[in-house]
């Protein structure tokens, strides 16, 4: 077992890594920019849609309780369509500054967990590839597994789950080989209990 102090230094910087690298996934790569499609009269859907004032949120068209779903009315709803989830943000000029503080947070609670798990199992001077296992597969299991219910039960794009596993996979490797790079000896975890 490797006490979790003694893990500040991979977990920190497996967060700024993976920051970093999701930051030029995102911005220098094409990878995402055809996640959303444009829909085909957009000022129209806008005029439409602005006078009903959605408030921020998730929202179901056409929607339904349990006991409506198998209704003839609702699926009457469903074949006509349209069929739609969608998200509703909050009007003004965007900002990143905030998913961005969030991204960071989550980041390091990912590489906290990964190498909290890892040090569950693991001494400290354990093999390089044991710890890069341990540290990867949580990472991997955080990043990206989420992401494949969005398209089992909401219908995002398979596509679009797909770039994010890949993504969820470079920021895996990303923070296993950081954390077999800095995992503590054996020698300096004993000097930390003296």
Request: with cysteine; net charge neutral.
């Amino acid at each position: 077992m490797t006490a979790f102090m003694s893990l500040w230094l991979p977990i920190v910087v497996s967060t700024v890594a993976v920051f970093v690298a999701s930051s030029l996934i995102n911005t220098v790569l094409p990878w995402h920019k055809k996640d959303f499609a444009k829909v085909s009269d957009e000022e129209g859907v806008r005029r439409v849609m602005k006078p009903m004032a959605l408030q921020p949120g998730e929202y179901m068209v056409p929607h339904c309780d349990a006991k409506e779903r198998s209704s003839p009315e609702h699926i009457a709803k469903m074949t006509e369509g349209p069929v739609m989830f969608m998200t509703v943000l909050p009007n003004g000029a965007p900002s990143m500054a905030k998913p961005l503080v969030q991204w960071f947070v989550f980041c390091l609670l990912i590489s906290g967990v990964a190498g909290c798990m890892a040090g569950m199992v693991l001494a400290p001077g354990a093999d390089g590839r044991d710890v890069f296992h341990y540290t990867a597969m949580t990472a991997f299991l955080a990043y990206v597994v989420a992401v494949w219910q969005m398209s089992i039960w909401y219908g995002r794009s398979w596509t679009a789950a797909f770039k994010t596993t890949i993504d969820g996979l470079i920021y895996a490797l990303i923070t296993g080989a950081i954390f077999m790079w800095l995992w503590p000896a054996a020698d300096a975890a004993a000097s930390l209990l003296k």
